[in-house]
């Protein structure tokens, strides 16, 4: 069975109480059971993933050289800031699809810049948690290939 890394960035784990007129009232385990039930559909297994450190993601990301075939990642605020999450992707060679709850060009003049997105084979932003099954679709569908 083919699986998908799910990464969730610093601060994701506050969702639900974190500036719900930004994020929405979903929880992290909501959208985790979200992708899980998507991916199922598609014959897909998750392994969700979410840490307030750099090296701990990047750690994951290494680990799923060995047993995944596709990365989702809301890197938060990693996305504006790491050269080295950056460069960790790249590294495994894994398709990967970056995602925001929020339209982050929507936001503050910081969070218009993604070091991520020139990499990735897909980009969603503003979609809420919905956005997170657009993206486990959008992975099987690569996968399928």
């Given at each position: 069975m083919k699986r998908?890394?799910?990464?969730?960035?610093?601060?994701?784990?506050?969702?639900?109480?974190?500036?719900?007129?930004?994020?929405?009232?979903d929880t992290l385990a909501d959208v985790e059971r979200l992708a899980t039930r998507v991916a199922k559909e598609y014959g897909l297994a998750v392994r969700a993933v979410q840490s307030n450190h750099e090296g701990a993601i990047i750690d994951a990301i290494h680990e799923a050289r060995k047993d995944c075939d596709g990365?989702?990642?809301?890197?938060?605020g990693l996305t504006h800031t790491?050269?080295?999450?950056?460069d960790a992707l790249a590294g495994v060679a894994l398709p990967f699809g970056e995602i925001h709850?929020?339209?982050t060009h929507a936001r503050e003049e910081f969070r218009h810049h993604s070091y991520l997105s020139s990499l990735a084979e897909f980009v969603i932003?503003?979609?809420g948690i919905q956005g997170y099954e657009f993206a486990v679709r959008r992975m099987a569908s690569l996968l399928a290939r």
């Open positions: 998908i890394l799910l990464v969730n960035g610093p601060n994701l784990n506050l969702l639900g109480t974190r500036e719900p007129e930004v994020y929405g009232s990365i989702i990642i809301n890197p938060a790491s050269v080295a999450l950056r709850i929020s339209n932003l503003g979609a």
